[in-house]
């Protein structure tokens, strides 16, 4: 079964760090590539990162640019989104994803999403 | 940044009537060496993630009732659900992956 489970949400203050996890089953997790997505309460979707299959490449939302850290260990079928400096603004539900019917070598060229994860919720909070 | 401006915020319609869900960006989505928008339309219902409906700007998802269609080109896009039914209640998003990605801010669809 095809499946994406985040982990690793919290509480956190203000300035503090979080390292988010997605563990993935049921593809070839290392010819995928993958993205976070966020969403803040009651509000829309925001494109955080992405990362291509070997982890060569990776790309971020200037909101995030310097902050956050997406990473992937292929052995673990694991994607990893390391939080930094965390502000009230970073409070959201984060989610993993991927474009996974369109093919491993169309994942990294089109940013669409038809696979998610159920999301883990980061609260930052004094 | 690509802007994607949806329109309207909020909707009612009565099941069986149409509904249509309007989405702009600020610069156009169309790549014109394959003459593909990069645009997608997606579903979400409270406490769930996303759906992907529609891809392409036109191309439903498998498994997608045929309801749902995705109509426009270059910088306007329409998402149109033939005939309501109450499973539809959901916020809708459009999105450009045209350059990085963007989305609009939600279109929230309700029964009248």
């Known amino acids: 079964q095809v499946q994406l489970v985040e982990s690793g949400g919290g509480v956190v203050q203000p300035g503090r760090s979080l390292r988010l996890s997605c563990a993935v089953s049921?593809?070839?997790?290392?010819?995928?590539?993958m993205h976070w997505v966020r969403q803040a309460p009651g509000k829309g979707l925001e494109w955080v990162a992405i990362?291509?299959?070997?982890?060569?490449?990776?790309y971020y939302a200037d909101s995030v640019k310097g902050r956050f850290t997406i990473s992937r260990d292929n052995s673990e079928n694991t994607l990893y989104l390391q939080m930094n400096s965390l502000r009230a603004e970073d409070t959201a539900v984060y989610y993993c994803?991927?474009?996974?019917?369109?093919?491993?070598?169309?994942?990294?060229?089109?940013?669409?999403?038809?696979?998610w994860g159920r999301g883990t919720l980061v609260t930052v909070s004094s | 940044d690509i802007v994607m401006t949806q329109s309207p915020d909020s909707l009612a319609v009565s099941l069986g009537e149409r509904a249509t869900i309007n989405c702009k960006s600020s610069?156009?989505?169309?790549?014109?060496?394959?003459?593909?928008?990069?645009l997608a339309w997606y579903q979400q219902k409270p406490g769930q993630p996303p759906k992907l409906l529609i891809n392409?700007?036109?191309t439903r998802e498998s498994g997608v009732p045929d309801r749902f269609s995705g109509s426009g080109s270059g910088t306007e896009f329409t998402l149109t659900i033939s005939s309501l039914q109450a499973e539809d209640v959901a916020i809708y998003y459009c999105q450009q992956y045209y350059n990085t990605s963007g989305f609009g801010q939600g279109t929230r669809l309700e029964i009248k």
């Open positions: 049921g593809f070839t997790f290392s010819s995928y590539a």
């Open positions: 990362i291509s299959d070997d982890g060569s490449n990776n």
């Open positions: 610069q156009t989505v169309l790549y014109s060496s394959n003459n593909k928008n990069f």
């Open positions: 392409w700007a036109s």
């Open positions: 994803a991927t474009t996974y019917g369109g093919g491993a070598t169309d994942s990294f060229e089109y940013w669409y999403f038809d696979l």
